[in-house]
């Protein structure tokens, strides 16, 4: 059996070129100019589709005339300082630079919030559309029909799979070869449900930790979106219903979702974990270090080649978990289930 071992370095990862080719084509006829958009979005991903959409809107052929943004107000309480702090979302940052109207609505259900009035009453008319992604609060019929063109969803995978909080985290821990992103109707009673308008897949590069998918991922829908946006009342003519045979759903991670059990756990297994949680939550243990229990950190983690010779040649006879150091070799390696 060839050994792999788990081990610390620091490496620079390969951003490999987004790659853009529609599952579902679009034959993109006379764009449809002038369209004034509400944007729902919060997160990384979000911010993302954003920019796609801004640069739409302030380029030379934009279907985009005007948009605002509605986002949550987050606010946390620091428990020993006795204060309560206001973080501003990727999204909402983004806005503010660009100088876009922002709405927060209150925290909870969305079933009183209104639609405001295009730049606080200043242009006439209604919204044409609302544009949602990653907005993290369920929109009711009230809303969706609020708008004339109604509201679409950029959704990071394939729909019907993974449904839900966090597709793209699911599709690195279960090792998928391929994502993508998705553009559909907002469903009014069915979260991620709607009607598929368009989709286009994304090649998951083998070690690319989370934040490189959601930048890709993100640039990939909000191009995508565009497209939809010129050509929507031909596409939306076209649209396909979900296969409810092939749903899945995703869920929300934390902390614990981050812990190694290295009696249960590959070489392949920790550095999927690693990928998906290290820029929110580093990748975190409990090891004895002389004689003392201590939660450790792992900031920089690689599976070894399968030719790297492994620091202790007894390393199979060792249970998981088992710590090998040398002063003249610049990294760890960790035992793990499976020989790794």
């Not at 954003?50 to 309480?77: A, F, K």
């Not at 219903?241 to 920790?270: L, P, Y």
């Not at 820029?279 to 920089?300: A, D, G, S």
Request: charged content about 20%; glycine content about 8%.
């Amino acid at each position: 059996m060839a050994v792999a071992a788990m081990y610390m370095h620091a490496r620079q990862l390969t951003r490999c070129p987004t790659r853009f080719s529609c599952r579902r084509a679009l034959s993109v006829s006379a764009p449809a100019l002038g369209l004034k958009v509400l944007f729902f979005g919060s997160d990384e991903f979000a911010d993302r589709v954003l920019r796609e959409l801004d640069g739409n809107r302030t380029g030379t052929q934009p279907c985009i005339e005007h948009m605002e943004v509605v986002c949550p107000q987050s606010n946390y309480y620091m428990k020993r300082e006795k204060k309560v702090y206001t973080y501003q979302s990727p999204v909402h940052k983004f806005a503010l630079k660009k100088g876009l109207n922002v709405h927060h609505p209150l925290p909870g259900s969305m079933s009183s919030w209104m639609i405001p009035l295009i730049d606080g009453g200043n242009i006439p008319g209604q919204f044409d559309i609302g544009i949602v992604a990653s907005f993290g609060r369920f929109l009711p019929s009230r809303i969706i029909n609020g708008f004339k063109k109604g509201m679409i969803n950029v959704h990071p995978s394939l729909l019907p799979k993974y449904r839900g909080p966090s597709p793209i985290q699911t599709a690195i821990l279960n090792g998928d070869p391929t994502s993508g992103v998705t553009i559909q109707e907002i469903h009014p009673s069915v979260i991620d449900g709607g009607k598929v308008l368009a989709q286009v897949p994304y090649p998951i590069p083998e070690t690319a930790p989370y934040g490189q998918l959601v930048d890709e991922m993100g640039t990939l829908g909000g191009q995508l979106t565009v497209k939809v946006l010129r050509d929507l009342e031909n596409i939306r003519g076209k649209s396909i219903e979900q296969d409810e045979s092939q749903v899945s759903h995703t869920r929300m991670f934390d902390r614990e979702d981050s812990v190694i059990v290295w009696e249960r756990m590959t070489a392949e297994d920790i550095f999927r974990v690693h990928r998906t949680f290290y820029q929110k939550e580093p990748v975190h243990t409990c090891m004895r270090i002389k004689n003392k229990v201590k939660w450790v950190q792992f900031l920089e983690l690689s599976v070894a080649p399968e030719k790297t010779p492994p620091i202790n040649a007894q390393f199979l006879d060792f249970p998981p978990g088992s710590v090998f150091y040398q002063k003249k070799v610049p990294y760890v390696e960790i035992s793990c289930l499976g020989g790794g």
